[in-house]
Nanobody, 119 residues
Framework: QVQLQESGPGLVKPAQTLSLTCTVSGGSITTNYYYWSWIRQPPGKGLEWIGYIAYSGSTYYIPSLKSRTSISRDTSKNQFTLQLSSVTPEDTAVYYC???????????WGQGTQVTVSS
């Protein structure tokens, strides 16, 4: 059974970079043909997909966040990381990592981690 666990600071100051890591167990992040995604849910709003890093290492980010987003991986640790720069209070959300064989269809989810952007 694949398990995902998010980790990172719960509080980030405005204009700083948010950095979260997803640690994967029970499966490899290089397994064909899985996509490893970051998704967030701001308070009172729906889920917003941020982007993915694929089994091949290729990445995709949604256009509205592309200029501030980077998703990378460490295959030796079986982890993938989200970096979101120049954060504002609007980036306050519960952040999830998730994976599946198709983009937008998630077989496995982390439990989510609250990130608050505040001075």
């Amino acid at each position: 059974q694949v398990q995902l666990q998010e980790s990172g600071p719960g509080l980030v100051k405005p204009a700083q970079t948010l950095s979260l890591t997803c640690t994967v167990s029970g499966g490899s992040i290089t397994t064909n043909y899985y996509y490893w995604s970051w998704i967030r849910q701001p308070p009172g709003k729906g889920l917003e997909w941020i982007g993915y890093i694929a089994y091949s290492g290729s990445t995709y980010y949604i256009p509205s966040l592309k200029s501030r987003t980077s998703i990378s991986r460490d295959t030796s640790k079986n982890q993938f990381t989200l970096q979101l720069s120049s954060v504002t209070p609007e980036d306050t959300a519960v952040y999830y990592c998730a994976s599946g064989l198709r983009v937008g269809v998630y077989d496995y989810w982390g439990q989510g981690t609250q990130v608050t952007v505040s001075s």
